[in-house]
């Protein structure tokens, strides 16, 4: 993948999810503050790779938490992610979390990075949606962009012979449409089977 290419990419998935939001900056302290509560009963309770969402009425500020299935080294720990809409500078902070013995969820070995964020585009949620009914896409349906739908999007257009560098909107989507129409009513297609020159590999559920 040429780095021309990749620039594309991520270029074209940005403008699908373009910000618009009203407020003043927000700092990533009261950012953690505000999302506090209910970060801590997603990383206790969430399913992996679910988004959660949250708000906090008393700053006004909202956004989605993703956290990843538990690790253990001593406690257990879990990736996770959040974004803070609400605010001029939308906000996505990641990093980790481990449970102490008393319950609290603190920050871990994992350092905190904060991104300016993309607002949630119900363009890239379809073609998330999608290409996890395919079997390309694991992450979560979230409307916004990510490596692991870059990496999705780069397996589907192999697998169907479209140029990396056509624009992931409404043809791309329709494409996964019919590719969907193709699996098998009565189940899926096994992951391992070999895929032919020109089809995509349709192993989602039909569920």
Request: glycine content about 8%; hydrophobic content about 40%.
């Amino acid at each position: 993948m040429t780095s021309r290419t990749r620039w594309c990419r991520w270029s074209l998935l940005l403008l699908l999810a373009s910000p618009s939001v009203r407020a003043q900056d927000v700092p990533p302290e009261q950012a953690e503050a505000a999302v506090a509560p209910r970060l801590q009963e997603v990383l206790e309770n969430a399913p992996p790779d679910r988004p959660v969402p949250w708000r906090d009425e008393a700053s006004g500020l909202s956004g989605i938490i993703v956290a990843s299935a538990a690790t253990f080294s001593g406690r257990p720990c879990r990736a996770m992610r959040y974004t803070v809409q609400g605010a001029s500078r939308p906000l996505a902070i990641q990093g980790e979390r481990c449970r102490e013995p008393d319950g609290r969820w603190v920050a871990g070995r994992v350092a905190d990075r904060i991104d300016d964020a993309a607002a949630p585009s119900p363009a890239v949620r379809d073609l998330q949606a999608a290409l996890h009914r395919l079997a390309y896409y694991r992450g979560p349906v979230d409307g916004l962009p990510s490596a692991a739908l870059s990496r999705a999007l780069l397996g589907f257009e192999h697998d169907e012979q479209v140029p990396p560098e056509a624009e992931p909107g409404p043809d791309l989507l329709a494409l996964a449409y019919r590719a969907i129409g193709r699996i098998p009513i009565e189940g899926s297609c096994a992951p391992e089977d070999p895929v032919p020159d020109g089809m995509s590999a349709a192993c989602g559920s039909t569920r």
